[in-house]
């Protein structure tokens, strides 16, 4: 049967390049990077090769990068790490969106549990955040701004350089979650505005578990993991030689194909879009897109299914297309068994039924048209299958 992967918001597959990069890593250059001898100085180098071209590709200082086990931990390190560096200032305001990936959303729900103030702000129903709405939250006592660079479920990028002018205007340190961005769009962090930024390797054809946080020179953060006194002193533990080396050689690859994968996504989109507008033209009330088209990445395709013409749950349709050799998801968290509607769709002003048959298609480098009509096919046997059920 044929298998078609449109899941690489969620995960991609790891590049032969990075592979072969990675494999002496694991033998014979096995040294801790934290020894005095040469087996530990060849690591060592290794690491700071990496560290430097992933500085370069966000125009970084080396210094002003942590490795860190993913996105997941870079998040919790900035939101954690800024909220208590200020605690002695008497500043515990936090303001951050209704869009957040749950690596952020839940650290600041556990901060607004423990005497933290946090405002979570809505976004527009296209899925953006009007900077206007950044300001007017801004109090004497905010610390932080934590607002995502592109968002995972629906693909929309956020106005992340106006936000930080506001930031940097108050003086409130600027933090944005890039794990969706970095590597398909241009993510600098001058240009940004930013002053903290979170990725992750295995977003972009590296390993998984490796991430970083760009912490700009002079920010205050109190450090998430004790111990020893590597990532200079602010992230203790024996560092992942492997993931690191292959995390750099993953950015190297991406800085040489950035262009053409961008193009190339735009291409499958379009696809999609058009295929989607043919194939489902009887029943084209019943499919709703989440999030504008025109202010996201091309790697992202979100829809619903309008709980107002038929309700289908999510879950049912993904399985219904894994049987069918396509692989796609709902883009939100499954907790014990039992699916959540997503609270980004819900923030859309989509109501509960709608946000619970959300369907994320993603887009990567392997996928071709052949890829996209096929999907949109098998997309539609299902949906159809449903409303014919409904009619009967
Ligand atoms: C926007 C965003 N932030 C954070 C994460 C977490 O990254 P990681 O899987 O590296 O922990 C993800 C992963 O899906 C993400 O999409």
Partial sequence: MRRVYLDHA???PIEPDVLKAMMPYFTEIF????SVHQFGREAKVAIEEARERIANF??????????????????????????????????????????EHHAVL??????????????????????????????????????????MHVNNEIGTIQPIEAIGQIAKEYGILFHTDAVQSF?????????????????SAHKIYGPKGIGFLYIRSGVEIEKFHHGGSQEAGRRAGT????????????????????????????????????????????????????????????????????????EIDAEAII??????????????A?????????????????????????????FGRANSIDDVDYAVEKFYEVVSGFVKLAVK
Avoid: W
Avoid at 338 to 353: F, N, Q, T, W
């Fill in 319 to 332: 399985y219904g297309l894994d049987i069918k050799g396509v692989a796609v998801s709902n883009g939100s």
């Fill in 58 to 99: 966000i125009n970084a200082k080396p210094s002003e990068i942590v490795f860190t086990s993913g996105g997941t931990e870079a998040d919790n390190f900035a939101i954690f790490g800024i909220a208590i560096a200020n605690l002695k200032r008497g500043k515990n305001h936090i303001i951050t969106t209704q869009i």
């Fill in 10 to 12: 969620a995960t991609t």
């Fill in 239 to 310: 560092e992942s030689v492997p993931l690191i080396v292959g995390f750099g050689k993953a950015v190297e690859v991406c800085a040489e194909r950035m262009i053409n994968d961008f193009e190339h996504a735009k291409m499958l989109k379009e696809r999609m879009l058009y295929k989607i507008n043919d194939v489902f033209s009887e029943i084209s009330d019943v499919l709703l897109l989440n999030g504008s088209v025109d202010k996201s990445i091309p790697h992202i395709l979100n829809f619903s299914i309008n709980s107002s013409k038929i």
């Fill in 183 to 199: 590597g398909k769009i241009d993510v600098d962090v001058d240009k940004l505005n930013v002053d903290l930024l979170s990725a």
């Fill in 334 to 362: 499954c907790t014990s068994g039992s699916l959540r509607p997503s609270h980004v769709i819900m923030a859309l002003g989509r109501d509960e039924k709608t946000a619970l048959s959300t369907v994320r298609f993603s």
């Fill in 31 to 34: 040294g801790n990077p934290s």
């Fill in 106 to 147: 839940d650290a600041c729900m556990f901060l607004q549990k423990n005497g933290f103030d946090v405002t979570f702000l809505k976004v527009g129903s296209d899925g953006i955040i009007d900077p206007d709405d950044v300001k007017q939250a801004i109090t004497p006592r905010t610390c932080l701004i934590s607002v």
